[in-house]
């Protein structure tokens, strides 16, 4: 299945900032993560198509995945 990955910094350093990615069925944002590469501890929050997103979610052929990354401050 193909999936459309929006990411954004620093999530996307090393790597893309919007990409088709191929994965095997069946595929969570779990998966994604594992296949990009990404630790879970990374990223603060998973949008797919505009919804707010949970790790264990599953996902469809052509579904659009938004990764932001935590953002800290004080």
Do not use: C, W
């Not at 994965?23 to 990404?38: C, F, M, N, R």
């Amino acid at each position: 299945m193909d999936v459309d990955v929006t990411l954004y910094p620093p999530l996307r350093h090393n790597r893309f900032s919007r990409a088709t990615v191929s994965l095997k069925e069946p595929a969570t944002i779990d998966t994604l993560l594992e296949h990009l590469v990404i630790n879970q501890h990374e990223v603060g929050s998973v949008y797919v198509n505009g919804e707010y997103g949970v790790f264990s979610q599953s996902l469809a052929n052509g579904d659009r995945v938004t990764l932001l990354p935590l953002i800290g401050g004080g």
